[in-house]
């Protein structure tokens, strides 16, 4: 393999609705070259950083039935007992969720938790508080889908952030779709909150990195009473 070739396999692909995105930063660049070229090389680190928040990189899933795999790149914010939104229709009980905090520097492309069938897609407009913040659950503009497994049913909220102004959903009701394929984005930071199954245990822990399409946050198959964490 040839250097250029060996360089362009490390660069991750970029997904489509990024495009614009990428072209704007860039033309603006080097309409700031022409005005002043200090303005111009600011501007074309933040095209760069556009091009890696859109980035689309290949991940490798496990697919054992049971497994229930992280949706989202980021860091695990919380895992607790919540009662679930009401438009997800999965009852009026506390289930266990676990929340995943993306960054502006995290991929932002979304991956299905299990494989199934897409039952509900919800859409509901609100605020654009810090996504950290647990309120954020209740207040921020989200999309909630509910996939239907063979281990039951399972809620995913993409939640709207700080600075994120816009949801993009690539699926619809009554799609079938598999664990880790992509199912949405969410633009510039945000939260994706993962409802499981009542007696469901979590296998991450708060503080935890999370790959989307890789990482196990649960095993329905498993025995396990739970796992110990350690932070170094």
């Not at 993962?194 to 095993?219: C, F, M, N």
Request: charged share 20%; glycine share 10%.
């Amino acid at each position: 393999m040839s250097i250029a070739n060996s360089i362009r396999a490390q660069i991750p692909p970029i997904h489509p609705e990024g495009y614009p995105f990428i072209g704007a930063f860039a033309l603006t660049s080097l309409i700031l070259f022409w005005i002043w070229t200090p303005l111009g090389w600011i501007a074309t680190g933040l095209t760069v950083w556009c091009a890696l928040f859109f980035r689309d990189p290949v991940r490798v899933t496990p697919v054992r039935d049971g497994i229930v795999v992280s949706p989202a790149d980021g860091r695990v914010s919380m895992v607790a007992q919540v009662l679930p939104p009401a438009e997800l229709g999965l009852g009026d009980r506390p289930l266990p969720r676990i929340s995943i905090f993306m960054s502006v520097f995290n991929c932002h492309v979304n991956r299905s938790p299990v494989a199934g069938r897409i039952d509900r897609i919800a859409y509901r407009p609100g605020t654009f508080i810090n996504a950290e913040l647990d309120k954020a659950s209740e207040d921020n503009e989200r999309n909630s889908l509910v996939i239907s497994s063979t281990n039951g049913r399972i809620g995913v909220v993409q939640i709207a952030g700080l600075v994120a102004r816009r949801i993009v959903s690539f699926v619809r009701e009554g799609q079938s779709i598999g664990a880790g394929e992509r199912f949405g984005l969410i633009r510039f930071g945000s939260r994706l909150d993962v409802y499981l199954p009542e007696g469901t245990r979590a296998l991450v822990s708060e503080g935890q990195t999370a790959i989307a399409g890789e990482t196990i946050l649960a095993d329905f198959g498993s025995s396990e009473q739970g796992r110990a964490f350690r932070a170094d």
